[in-house]
């Protein structure tokens, strides 16, 4: 009896070791580890001392920098690390290439080096300062790797991301690079989000050839060239919620885009330049097109669409496009504008004129955007303007369409209000509601001004929604219905368009065909037309769900382990009674 015990015991244990050794290797493969170590990195080790902890390390340890302050580092990332600081630490970028570096045939200087082996890894939390260096980050075809909460100040180029998909940068604060402050080439299916990016020498944000990025909610002023400047093959990527301002264009579009959506973002207050590389005239503009801008002809769903976006307050032009090329068709923006003939819309332009109405909301003072179909608009630009009411100044901030002053108002009682637009003050009649709090009723509104009564009535809306992969224009880009209130309405069919936007409208692209990439230029050097050698355009491959299924058999092997365990027992239980 005790001998069967102990056998049944062993055959219990071996295949509990069997499930535990299965579970190691689910969790490897779905990129998560059974055990990681740490490792402190202080700062007496030098150079080569932390690189050989590097080297030495695991896939999935964490290497902690604990100490304040780093010199001459220039460390390579060949194994997913997650590279981390709780102390705010500082690293100084080498003006040296490493032994290191030089044995991977590395000719760059730099903070950290991200390889293709260093894939998925982590650096977040570290102040890097590359005063010294050409960049404070290089990710080199280093997939799904995360930059994230980190300073990186200085450098010819903040962070260079290039040949690597699925890479998030959000959370940086990245500044004072001579050139760039995040420079992509051949990148596919990556976030840059909720980063700062100011004072560098050219862009904040320069492209060539990315493809369904989503590029979001980024803050990009004060830097010398543009704020976001795309070149090249652009594909698929949602550009939405940005606020551009202080640079000398907000964005600068010279890319052949294909599906792209530049939707819901703030560009305003951007600066002549009278030393701009393009000529003094080419600045001033919220958005600039260049001359090798292509995109399909006008009704084909790849054609690029600027939509929604706060147009207004530049020196220059709203938006301007380049005379070499033909009259485009914008979608509807706000230029800061009630006047079609004051959008300070370039000729060459066509562009939607959006509206400013009404909606009554108990104690104060609500407004709502509205399209060029009388349509709410959910998803819009953010920008604040100055209300007057009984001599009282309030500021308005818009956040997706609306505005919500709480003014201590009566209920259910009509007021002479003021918005300033275009810096000139509009008069609105405007109607309190009754009932609850910020509840949103027909406001029965009349804009002075343009002497119009609004009609309510409800009007669908057409929203996007930033999700990560793979629609068919932009990265997540949907259409959904929505029942509003509308309280200014124009005519459907009248194409309300500034006349100052004259010219007749030609397709923008080349013979009417789909954009392609012209080649690999250097998104640094593209105003010069100078050729890189480095990374080529590739065709980005969507994973394989048949790949997905055949590789990830887990659930059957431990299936198999307990039936086998089971066959043992039974065996072992018919053996006994046999014997």
């Known amino acids: 009896m005790e001998k069967k015990f102990f056998n049944i015991l062993f055959i219990c244990l ?3 070791f069997l499930l535990s050794a299965v579970s190691a290797a689910d969790e490897d493969h ?13 700062s007496n080790l030098s150079n080569d001392d932390i690189q050989s902890i590097f080297d030495g390390a695991n896939d999935g340890d964490t290497l902690e920098f604990t100490d304040s302050s780093y010199k001459n580092i220039s460390l390579v990332v060949d194994k997913k690390l997650n590279i981390i600081s709780k102390a705010d630490s500082k690293v100084y970028a080498s003006n040296q290439i490493s032994s290191k570096a030089k044995g991977l045939g590395i000719t760059d200087t730099f903070g950290f080096y991200f390889t293709s082996n260093g894939a998925c890894s982590v650096l977040s939390g570290i102040t890097i300062i590359a005063s010294n260096s050409d960049y404070g ?32 940068l959000t959370n940086n604060n990245i500044s004072n690079a ?31 050839n990315i493809y369904y990025c989503n590029i979001t909610n980024n803050t990009v002023h004060h830097n010398s060239f543009n704020g976001i400047s795309l070149y090249n093959a652009s594909v698929g990527n949602l550009i939405k919620h940005n606020d551009a301002y202080e640079n000398p264009n ?38 600039l097109f260049g001359a090798d801008f292509r995109t399909s002809k006008e009704g084909n769903p790849s054609r690029l669409e600027v939509r929604y976006n706060v147009l207004a307050h530049n020196e220059g032009y709203q938006a301007k496009n380049n005379p070499d090329l033909p009259t485009f068709k914008l979608g509807d923006n706000w230029f800061d504008s009630t006047d079609d003939a004051n959008t300070f819309v370039c000729p060459m332009l066509l562009a939607g004129i959006m509206k400013m109405g ?10 709502q955007m509205y399209d060029t179909d009388g349509e709410a608009v959910k998803e819009f630009g953010t920008f604040d303007t100055k209300v007057n009411i009984d001599g009282n100044q309030y500021t308005a901030r818009f956040v997706n369409g609306k505005a919500t002053i709480d003014a201590n108002l009566d209920d259910d009682k009509e007021y002479d209000i003021e918005v300033m637009i275009g810096g000139q003050p509009v008069k609105y009649k405007y109607h309190t509601a009754s009932g609850e709090k910020n509840s949103n009723k027909d406001s029965k509104t009349t804009d002075v001004t343009e002497g119009k009564r609004g009609s309510s009535g409800t009007s669908s809306s057409i929203s996007t929604d930033s999700a990560n992969g793979g629609a068919a224009k932009g990265s997540g880009y949907t259409k959904n219905a929505n029942s509003t209130s509308a309280h200014y309405s124009t005519n459907r069919n009248s194409g309300v368009y500034g006349t100052n936007a004259s010219g007749e409208l030609r397709d923008s692209s080349e013979n009417g065909q789909d954009v392609r990439t012209n080649g690999d230029v250097s998104a640094g050097d593209a105003s010069e037309g100078e050729v890189s050698e480095e990374g080529k355009t590739y065709e980005v491959v969507p994973s394989s769900k048949i790949s997905k299924e055949v590789t990830d058999t887990s659930g059957l092997v431990v299936l198999s382990i307990v039936s086998l365990l089971g066959c043992l027992v039974y065996g072992y239980r018919d053996k006994r009674e046999f014997d």
């Open 137 to 168: 980050v290089i990710v080199d075809s280093s997939d799904g790797t995360a930059i994230k909460n980190n300073v990186i100040i200085a450098g010819q180029n903040g962070v260079l991301v290039k040949n690597a998909e699925d890479v998030i």
């Open 14 to 16: 071996f295949g509990l």
């Open 250 to 287: 907000g964005i600068y579009i010279d890319s052949q885009s294909s599906y792209d959506v530049i939707n819901a973002n703030s560009f305003t207050y951007n600066r002549k330049d009278t030393d701009y590389e393009l000529g003094a005239f080419e600045s001033g503009n919220g958005l």
């Open 30 to 42: 779905s990129g998560n580890t059974l055990k990681s170590d740490s490792h402190q990195i202080t």
């Open 178 to 208: 001579k050139s760039n402050g995040i420079q992509l080439k051949n990148v596919a299916n990556s976030v840059i989000s909720k980063n700062e990016l100011s004072y560098n020498g050219r862009s904040g944000l320069e492209t060539s």
């Open 358 to 367: 009404t909606i009554s909301v108990k104690n104060g003072i609500g407004l």
